[in-house]
């Protein structure tokens, strides 16, 4: 049995996700409003100021006024949806979920995560490690109870941006369940909500990852983390921030074995960056630049993906410096995997491009500058051709690779 296709808790989210969206585009027509009516040659003008981006008199009532009326039917019909929810309470919340449901929610929080969970939207993701997309208890005696075959070969899986723990399983492939078939290892799966910034998951991974090892069923005696894409940077900023937390007791940075990373942009990912570079020539035109709202849209995730950081820079610094480098974690085995959609002894345009998404010198922390270059030996680092970066999922040569690395 699965559960239903719609819940109660997705349609508040999407009535507050709604309301959000309503209220900022009448905020965003009246920016650009207010910059049409006062140029910034002709101060003054139609009851504006140069710069800012509200309107005044009978037509900023107006502005406000649908803000105002938005936000009332908006909590209005999200309250009564709140008392719909308790009476559709599913009765039986340990269903396997849906898997349509599950990617359209884990896409929707890669796009806007960090914005779910400012507004406490319900639809927003929390971190947990789960098994058949359901939630693991993190207490010794019902972990126990729910993971009975628990082996001391503990396997971590983190997916990438937009995703959920159910898309490690494609076409027919999962490369936790295939590592616990052949070499006895215990699949985990992270999922989390991947809009957030890479250095807050990390921050919440850490003591999480604690508990996991804490609750444990049999005593750890080889622990592995794999990361797919953005899962790679999530699991090496984890370790980062649980070596600054070690002083409180953290006992798993010191049992980690393996570090391997698929697909995962270090160096940063072009498209991003791309992206970026519109939001600036937009801000920079008196008229367009209450449209680079639009472009900004997209989640302090996806932002990260700029220069592969796995830091919080600091808002001052937005994306004009590079995110500080963080080198790999000392006594770790680290590996990482690239993918390159063109053959073996294919171009230089090929490997730029790498698997669509990731070049290839980004998977695999190659940089010019010998400063942001990750320090992989050369016997840990594969590359993968005729694969995109989702094959790497069922890839049999990156299997093959996984399973000479992790035996």
């Not at 809009?195 to 049999?218: H, K, M, Q, Y």
């Not at 393996?258 to 995962?264: A, F, I, R, W």
């Not at 600091?314 to 085995?333: C, I, K, T, Y």
């Not at 073996?344 to 922390?365: E, F, I, N, Q, T």
């Amino acid at each position: 049995m699965t559960q239903p296709l719609l819940q109660a808790a997705d349609l508040r989210g999407a009535t507050r996700l709604t309301t959000d969206a309503v209220v900022g585009l009448a905020s965003l027509v009246e920016a650009m409003h207010a910059r049409i009516a006062s140029p910034p040659w002709l101060p003054g003008l139609g009851g504006a100021v140069p710069g800012d981006e509200r309107t005044r008199g009978l037509t900023g009532l107006v502005y406000k006024t649908v803000r105002g009326v938005t936000h009332l039917v908006g909590g209005s019909t999200e309250h009564l949806l709140g008392w719909l929810a308790l009476a559709m309470a599913d009765p039986q919340p340990l269903r396997a979920p849906r898997p349509e449901r599950e990617a359209f929610v884990a896409a929707l929080n890669g796009v806007l995560g960090d914005h779910l969970a400012a507004t406490d939207n319900p639809l927003a993701l929390a971190m947990a490690f789960r098994q058949g997309g359901r939630a693991l208890p993190l207490d010794r005696p019902s972990l126990r109870a729910r993971v009975p075959g628990a082996t001391p070969k503990l396997l971590v899986l983190l997916h990438g941006l937009c995703m959920n723990d159910l898309q490690w399983q494609r076409d027919g492939h999962d490369h936790g369940e295939a590592l616990a078939r052949e070499l006895g290892y215990t699949p985990v799966y992270l999922h989390y909500n991947s809009g957030l910034s890479v250095s807050t998951n990390g921050r919440i991974l850490a003591p999480l990852l604690e508990r996991l090892f804490d609750a444990w069923p049999v005593p750890v005696q080889r622990l592995a983390l794999l990361g797919h894409s953005m899962g790679g940077l999530v699991a090496r900023s984890a370790i980062y921030h649980a070596a600054l937390m070690q002083r409180g007791g953290l006992r798993w940075p010191g049992r980690l074995d393996d570090l391997v990373c698929l697909g995962t942009p270090h160096l940063g990912a072009p498209l991003e960056r791309a992206g970026h570079g519109v939001d600036v020539l937009l801000g920079a035109a008196p008229y367009a630049a209450p449209l680079a709202r639009i472009g900004k849209l997209r989640s302090a995730g996806i932002n990260d993906l700029r220069r592969g950081s796995i830091l919080g820079a600091s808002a001052a610094e937005d994306d004009a410096q590079r995110a500080a480098a963080v080198g790999l974690p000392p006594g770790v085995h680290c590996r990482a995997i690239a993918a390159c959609l063109g053959p073996a002894g294919g171009s230089l345009k090929g490997r730029l491009l790498g698997d669509g998404l990731v070049p290839v010198a980004s998977a695999l922390g190659q940089d010019p500058d010998p400063a942001r270059s990750l320090d992989f030996a050369p016997e840990d680092l594969a590359i993968v051709h005729d694969t995109g970066h989702l094959d790497l999922l069922s890839s049999p040569a990156v299997y093959a690779q996984l399973k000479a690395w992790l035996a």
